[in-house]
């Protein structure tokens, strides 16, 4: 049983640590964004069409944080696009 338990303890935190830590840091800055992250994490788990949600999910927000902050997804910096707008 504690075997079990042990292998299903480090398989949730193996795929779940990162939404853990981002519910931690918003747990301290803002309680509006832990309450929109834990119903994220709530729908994704608990829906059935929960793994497209969640990758909508995480496509929206690689999204906002280059919109945000071009320096994070070096990628996705409009390359072609930025240039046949200038």
């Known amino acids: 049983m504690v075997r079990v338990g042990a292998h299903h ?6 795929c779940c640590w990162s939404l853990m830590a981002l519910m931690a840091a918003f747990g301290f800055m803002n309680l509006w964004a832990m309450v929109a992250l834990a119903a994220i994490v709530a729908i994704e788990k ?35 696009f930025a240039i046949a707008m200038n």
């Open 9 to 14: 303890g480090l398989f949730c935190f193996s």
């Open 46 to 80: 608990l829906w059935s069409r929960g793994e497209a949600f969640g990758r909508l999910t995480g496509a929206v927000a690689i999204g906002l944080a280059a919109a945000v902050e071009p320096g994070l997804a070096p990628g996705l910096d409009g390359g072609c």
